[in-house]
Each structure stands twice: as C-alpha cells, then as structure tokens.
C-alpha cells in the first residue's frame, strides 16, 4: 500500500486535470484552486522534513567531525540565529517590518550574500563564453560568428560601426533577423519536443506505467 | 498493475469523485456570474486541443499495446543518456563520489519528477559500482521522493546495505544559498561526475562552471531552453529538452515505456505535417487550415 496509495493519488489527481481543462463546470472548475491550496499546505508540512533532514546531517557532521565540520557549525549557528531572531525578539508575527532583528538579519547579511552569489554570475558567463566561442570546429565557428553580430548588433558599438552600411546589413537588423528566425525557429522545434515529452510522461505517469518516482520498477 | 488493482484504483476513483461533485454541487445553490460556459459541460473552444490530445493519447496507448505484444521498437541513441553510465564508470575508477542535483523545482514540475525517474535508475547503476551518490536538494518536498527512489534503486541492485540516506540532503529552499552550498559539495568532495538533471533558473550556470572546473565529468539537461546554451557550453553532454523525458524509458528499456517514445514520435511526424501543409496553405492565401489551431 505504500506504493499504491501515491500511484493513486497520482492517477487520480492526473485524470482531473486533464478533465478540468475542459470542463468548466462545477465540481471540476474548482479543482485546480483546490490543487494550488494542498500543494501550499503539504509544502507548509514538507519544510519541517527539509530542516530536520539538514539539522540531523550537520549534527551528525559536527558529532563525528567529519570532513569539513566547521561548516555544519556554521549551518547550525546561523539557523538558531535566524530562528530565534524571527521567532522570539521580532515582534511575534510582525517579524518582517523594518527595524526588527530578523528585518536587520535580512536586509544586511543575507541579502548581500544573495547579490553576491548572482553577481558572481557575470564571471562564470565570461569564463564559459570564452570556452564556448573558441573556433574548434564547424559548429563551434557558427556560434562564434553568430555570437558576434548579436554582441555587436546590441550595442552601441554596432551601430557605430555599421552606420555607413545599408539598412539590411546593419549590425542590429542582421542581430534581429538571428534572433526572429534561426533562433526561434530552433527554440520552437525544441518546444514542441517538451510538449511532447511531457504529455507522454504525464500520460506514463496518470495510467500507472511510471512508478519509479515513488520507488516502484 | 494487475486488473484487479486497476479495478480497486477506478473504484476508488468513481467513490472519490463522487463524494467531491456533492460536497461541490451542494455549495453552489447560488448560480455563478462570469463567462457564458458555466454551465456547460465541455469547452468547445478547446475542441481542438481536446482532439490534438486524444490523437497524442491514442498513438501513445496504441504503441505501448504494441509494445506489450513484444513488438521491437527501435530508439535512436542518446549521446548524454549513454554518457550518464560512462560518468558512472569513471567515478567509480576514481573511488570518488557521483553528484546528482534535480533542479529546483518542486514535485508539481513534470520536469523534477522526469528528474526522480532518472535517479532510480541512476542509483540502481551506481549501487552495482558501490560509490556513494549524493543528492543536494532544494524543495523540501522532493526529499522523500529522492530517499525512495535511490533507495528503490539500491534494492534493485541488490545493494540495499550501500544505501546512504544521508547522502540526499535538504540544503535550503532559497535559490542561492542552494547554488552556493552544491558549489561547496563541488570544491570539498569533488565527485567525478556531476549529474544535473531537472528545472534549472539562474543557479544554471554557476553549479556548471564550478563542475566543469573541477574537472567532473559533466552530464546536463534540462526542458527550460533558457538555461540550455549555459548546460551546452559548460557540460560533457547536455540533454536538450524532450531528451530528458526521454531518458526513464532509455534508460529502463522497459518495452512498455519505449512504446510511449515511439507514440510521442508520431505525434511529432503529424505535427512536422501540420507545419508544412499549414505553411503551404497561408503562403497561398488560404487561412481556415491555421485557424484550426488557434488555441483559446
């Protein structure tokens, strides 16, 4: 039962979706709404299975001082921080107004953490271009030049350089027709591709044929 | 599932929608305002998908019947699918560690539970090599599902002892502080092979440069086509959109499974024919052919 119960709910809560799409009649119109607000509650339930899971292995961590120890430290000391900060001196469920602990916690340490991470980014996107765009072979030659006239063509750059061309072979028309035709045109082909493939899993998934997610064969 | 269980599952179904229409029904005494098809029973403006669906769905079914019957099915090979064991194998040369990240989405994205079928089959290949698998993981939801999938995937092996349930971790729900945490796993355990295998935003390319300089083995894929330029340039192999929902069936070659493949092929071929024949008909002026597929 252990299994069969979620392939069930599976099957069952598939099926309706599928119905409700078509059926904008009562009971079936509200089901989607319905669906949203248990996700939302489950989800509300799973977080306490998340944080325990991280707390069990960081103790763990810390209590048989494996490898790198001092890190799970540092999970577990900024948790109890940030749980006490929000739970005990924020002002009870005004926790998140400007002036609170957790509001200070957030706004100078963890936000700044955040743009750093993204910010990081940048780096990664110059380091990878240059990996990408180096002429190997045919392929790699087709990107390089066509990451050239969109690069140009979407800077000032371009249209300085292009000015004097007529208006078809300017930097920015060649990156807009990149951009409106071989671009979309293969974004499209993969598109449908995911289309299809998530209607024959969906499907795999709602007649049972799948189980492997709910650890089945 | 046997017919008797198939009948139990329509059982419960039918009792379950049942009681729901009631409990629904009896709370719309009062006739509600809005569009003029409250009251009917089947959309018509959404025949045509409706249609286009049931054609899908029956060339599907009618493959997976053929399938069933023993028929062979012939599946082009997936470069990235046939890398995922090649990862396997170097890692297991190296006695280090395989790295699988699911994306970061949760269980109501069709691409984390495409995701969760690869992993049974990846910790099944894994188990028989006896090198630990860890799964980083963002939603709190998908732990579970990950525990019993790769656990399913040791007993399948005949390795249930190997299992690790440690090894799947919750690491947090916020987006960069999961990016930097597998960043970590990546710099201190280095795994030689890193798997990233779901729906993926912008932590894309940050866990695939730091993978890539690590010197992992890198395998991608994902069905977000905004992230597949940065999988393409900084992974081994990438597994561009419906190649990773390709994968369970691939990789399983379950007869049944590859059926489904084979029904989303033809599907593909009428739609390929849809194109042209529409194609043809707007570059002659003649409208009504498109117009069938406007979708309300």
């Not at chain 1, 087709?142 to 004097?164: E, N, Q, V």
């Not at chain 1, 998934?205 to 064969?217: A, C, H, N, Q």
């Not at chain 2, 959109?241 to 499974?257: I, M, T």
Request: charged share 15%; aromatic share 12%.
């Amino acid at each position: 039962m252990r299994r069969e119960i979620p392939i069930l709910i599976a099957i069952v809560v598939g099926f309706v979706y599928v119905i409700q799409f078509f059926v904008p009649h009562a009971p079936f119109d509200k089901f989607q709404n319905w669906g949203n607000d248990w996700i939302q509650i489950i989800a509300g339930f799973a977080i306490i299975l998340g944080v325990l899971n991280l707390l069990k292995v960081s103790l763990e961590k810390v209590y048989k001082k494996s490898k790198g120890w001092g890190y799970a430290v540092i999970i577990i000391i900024g948790f109890l921080i940030m749980t006490g900060a929000g739970l005990f001196f924020s002002g009870g469920k005004n926790y998140q107004n400007p002036g609170t602990p957790f509001y200070y916690i957030f706004f100078n340490i963890y936000f700044p953490l955040n743009a750093t991470m993204f910010a990081i980014l940048a780096f990664f996107v110059a380091s990878a271009s240059y990996r990408a765009f180096r002429a190997r072979n045919k392929e790699a030659t087709l990107l390089l030049l066509a990451a050239i006239f969109l690069m140009l063509g979407r800077t000032p750059l371009g249209d300085y350089l292009s000015a004097g061309l007529p208006t078809g072979w300017q930097l920015k028309n060649i990156s807009d027709w990149i951009m409106d035709f071989p671009q979309t045109a293969g974004q499209r082909a993969i598109m449908i591709g995911i289309a299809l493939g998530i209607i024959s899993t969906s499907l795999r998934v709602i007649t049972g044929l799948e189980r492997t997610f709910v650890g089945g064969e | 599932m046997n017919n008797r269980k198939i009948s139990l599952v329509i059982l419960i179904s039918a009792i379950w929608l049942t009681l729901c229409s009631q409990i629904l029904l009896a709370q719309e005494a009062a006739p509600p305002t809005g569009t003029k098809f409250d009251y009917h029973w089947f959309d018509t403006n959404r025949l045509n998908v409706f249609i286009t669906l049931a054609i899908v769905f029956s060339a599907i079914l009618w493959f997976i019947a053929r399938a069933k019957k023993g028929k062979s099915l012939f599946i082009r090979r997936i470069a990235g699918l046939d890398a995922i064991e090649e990862a396997v194998g170097r890692a297991t040369e190296m006695g280090k560690s395989v790295l699988y990240i699911p994306g970061i989405h949760d269980m109501n994205d069709i691409q984390t539970v495409a995701s969760m079928i690869i992993l049974g089959n990846v910790a099944k290949t894994i188990a028989r090599y006896d090198i630990p698998l860890i799964v980083p993981i963002r939603q709190p939801f998908v732990v579970p599902v990950a525990e019993e999938a790769v656990r399913q995937g040791y007993l399948s092996a005949g390795r249930p002892d190997a299992f690790m349930k440690d090894n799947i971790r919750f690491i947090s729900d916020e987006q960069f502080a999961y990016a930097a945490a597998v960043n970590g796993i990546m710099l201190r355990e280095r795994p030689a092979a890193n798997l990233l295998l779901g729906s993926f935003y912008a932590e894309s390319l940050l866990l695939a440069e730091t993978g890539a300089s690590t010197g992992a083995i890198q395998v991608a894929g994902t069905a977000n086509i905004h992230q597949l330029p940065f999988f393409v340039v900084a992974c081994d192999y990438t597994l561009i959109g419906e190649e990773l929902f390709a994968a369970s069936a691939y990789l399983s070659r379950e007869p049944k499974l590859l059926g489904s493949l084979k029904g989303s092929d033809l599907a593909k071929a009428l739609i390929v024919l849809a194109i042209i024949i529409g194609t043809i008909l707007e570059t002659i002026g003649v409208k009504w052919f498109t117009k069938l597929f406007v979708v309300q």
